[in-house]
């Protein structure tokens, strides 16, 4: 079982920036890939970054240039740096985590972006 937890979400003006953050924690896993997806109202979950353990990183078209991940694979986190934010990227934000057996979710986080 891997527990995961989001925090860092909130209320951030247009052209502004917040940094969310993700823990997982666990007995004996290994996490091949973490990541963060989005959900905005009545639009289906999307996936904004993720790295695998090589090291490799994927953005959304959306975020490229904008939003950073960072990855500390000796502590299970993953970081979410954003910038130039936009109202578009309201949503709730989810970390995912990726193991042999299946994906772990966390609860989610509101990021609100709006004058």
């Known amino acids: 079982q891997v527990q995961v937890v989001e925090s860092g979400g909130g209320l951030v003006q247009p052209g502004g920036s917040l940094r969310l953050s993700c823990a997982a924690s666990g007995t004996s896993f290994n996490a091949y890939n973490m990541g963060w997806y989005r959900q905005a109202p009545g639009k289906q979950r999307e996936m904004v970054a993720s790295v695998f353990d090589g090291g490799s990183i994927n953005y959304s078209d959306s975020v490229k240039g904008r939003f950073t991940l960072y990855r500390d694979f000796s502590k299970n986190t993953v970081s979410l740096q954003m910038n130039s934010l936009k109202p578009e990227d309201t949503a709730v934000y989810y970390c995912?985590?990726?193991?042999?057996?299946?994906?772990?979710w966390g609860k989610g986080t509101l990021v609100t972006v709006s004058s």
């Open positions: 995912n985590v990726k193991v042999m057996n299946g994906d772990y």
